[in-house]
């Protein structure tokens, strides 16, 4: 089994790089690619661990992006990207640093409205990682008896965005995301293959013209957020512009918002071999072009 979507402790995921890769095991998964937001931190360890596991690691990432033409949110998974690439890391290095001030201010706002946390506590949940997020507040607090879940009533109550007619939560801060093409161009400049990652989720469809366009290569058309209507349509749009239709789990572990498992019976190997090929036509060789250190 394959599972091309998968968070780690190194983003927003309550598990380790070793744990996904033990629990892979379990699950029989074969190949998979480590995806975590805005970092490909974890990528030698994973690369090292898979060489002991017996799982074909492939080199992921997921950029948090924004479609701000049409106002939406958009995740743009990028495969076979090289690591510490200047593309990548200067959007990525921004994110970062903007969710760690966003964080800081959130905390800083539960604690003003007398929730009993402050910021050291906090980040010690992310300790290892490139920062902290939502879930890490969210699990002091459940920690400290405020809620039974992350992703619980509070949650949604805390950090909704709002809109027209609903205001933001009490600790919601805005963050800036980077453009959905800009993030695109990055995956491709450092030799990636370019995938809109569950568009169901923030329906992003009407963008994909525009996006294919400036060098789109792929849509996950499975994903737990996506049922039949989502994933013909997402397989329509691979097939229109000929993407490679991708899949995975988007797990998170103890943090993800739904009980998913790893691994997505959906896609096959198949599936690596036209991402492989992608990535071979932008870069004009065969993958995998650096040599990991571990």
């Known amino acids: 089994m394959i599972d091309l979507h998968v968070h780690t402790k190194n983003s927003d995921s309550s598990l380790t790089v070793e744990e996904i890769f ?4 379990f699950r029989g998964i074969t190949h998979i690619s480590i995806t975590d937001h805005d970092t490909m931190q974890g990528l030698s360890e994973a690369i090292a661990l898979g060489d002991r596991y017996g799982v074909k690691v492939i080199p992921g990432i997921e950029i948090s992006a924004y479609d701000f033409i049409r106002d939406k949110r958009a995740h743009i998974l ?3 990207t090289k690591p510490q690439h200047p593309a990548l890391d200067r959007i990525c290095s921004d994110l ?3 969710r760690c001030r966003a964080s800081h201010a959130m905390v800083q706002r539960l604690t003003d409205a007398g929730y009993d946390i402050v910021w050291d506590e906090v980040e010690k949940y992310a300790r290892g990682g490139t920062g902290v997020y939502k879930q890490h507040i969210m699990h002091a607090l459940l920690d400290k008896g405020y809620c039974d879940r992350i992703y619980s009533k509070l949650y949604y109550r805390l950090f909704k965005r709002g809109n027209s007619v609903d ?7 805005p963050m800036q995301y980077v453009d959905a093409v800009d993030a695109i161009d990055a995956v491709k400049q450092a030799g990636g293959v ?3 990652a569950h568009p169901g989720q923030f329906d992003n469809y009407d963008a994909i013209d525009e996006w294919v366009a400036n060098g789109l290569d792929g849509i996950e058309a499975y994903h737990h957020s996506h049922g039949p209507e989502e994933i013909k349509k997402s397989l329509d749009y691979a097939d229109r512009y000929d993407l490679v239709a991708t899949g995975g789990s988007d797990f998170h572990g103890f943090y993800g918002e739904y009980a998913v498992e790893l691994g997505c019976p959906e896609i096959s190997t198949e599936c690596i071999d036209k991402l492989e090929k992608r990535a071979q036509n932008i870069m004009g060789q065969p993958t995998l072009l650096w040599k990991p250190e571990y």
């Open 22 to 25: 033990i629990m892979s095991i």
């Open 78 to 80: 990028g495969y076979y």
């Open 96 to 98: 970062v640093e903007r």
């Open 167 to 173: 205001t933001p939560g009490l600790a919601f801060v």
């Open 194 to 196: 370019a995938v809109l």
